[in-house]
């Protein structure tokens, strides 16, 4: 397993409701790495494992090293925290141990393919984006279209040049092609849908439960 390493000299906590992805993308730019990879080879310490989908016990205890944030934590900021909702009943789901009494539920790469956007083709909600620059770990499945405190459709491109947003890029709030400024998306208003918003709130309810 290895020794655990130093903390980070510049970290953040978890922003509410952020992903994990999100989280190592913004200390990427507050460590001022040049190379992502820098970071991608210090929380997996000659480990193979997926940063965006850990699934080792080693990882999730490199991470916390690395960040301050307990396992628990980090666990909850990845997708993994869909699995006993997205996996159907009667399918054996592997555990990953992050503590003596704690296994928690993986999702398996074929449920996530079919029930989350693909980090590179993320989501986003501009408003939010404002309050906080950091993408929502909610944003990720596809049942979620909306957000309901903004009321409003969730925003999939660049509003300048139309490309392709990656939770990367939702997380520092700037497109990578364009450089376009995310936050001044404009997106569809449904505040007059009260029927749409409600199943929203109700699937996010669900999803995050």
């Not at 969730?154 to 936050?183: F, H, K």
């Not at 449904?190 to 929203?200: A, I, R, S, Y």
Request: charged fraction near 20%; hydrophobic fraction near 40%.
């Amino acid at each position: 397993m290895g020794e655990r390493p130093p903390p980070l000299l510049r970290r953040s906590r978890l922003l509410a409701g952020e992903s994990l992805s999100s989280l190592l993308a913004r200390l990427v730019r507050l460590n001022h790495y040049e190379v992502p990879a820098l970071l991608t080879g210090l929380c997996l310490g000659g480990q193979r494992d997926n940063l965006a989908h850990p699934r080792q016990s080693a990882t999730y205890e490199r991470l916390a090293a690395l960040t301050r944030i307990s396992a628990g934590d980090l666990y909850r900021a990845t997708p993994h925290v869909f699995a006993r909702v997205l996996v159907p009943p009667g399918i054996e789901m592997d555990m990953v141990r992050l503590s003596i009494n704690s296994d928690m539920p993986l999702l398996e790469t074929r449920f996530a393919s079919k029930f989350l956007r693909p980090e590179s083709a993320a989501q986003y909600c501009p408003a939010c984006l404002a309050e906080a620059a950091c993408h929502h770990l909610v944003w990720l499945p596809v049942a979620a279209s909306a957000c309901p405190q903004h009321e409003c459709l969730l925003v999939t491109g660049c509003p300048q040049c139309g490309a392709e947003v990656s939770v990367q890029a939702i997380a520092l709030a700037r497109c990578s092609q364009c450089g376009a400024d995310l936050r001044e998306g404009q997106p569809v208003l449904v505040t007059g849908d009260d029927h749409g918003l409600f199943v929203q709130r109700v699937i996010q309810s669900w999803l995050t439960c």
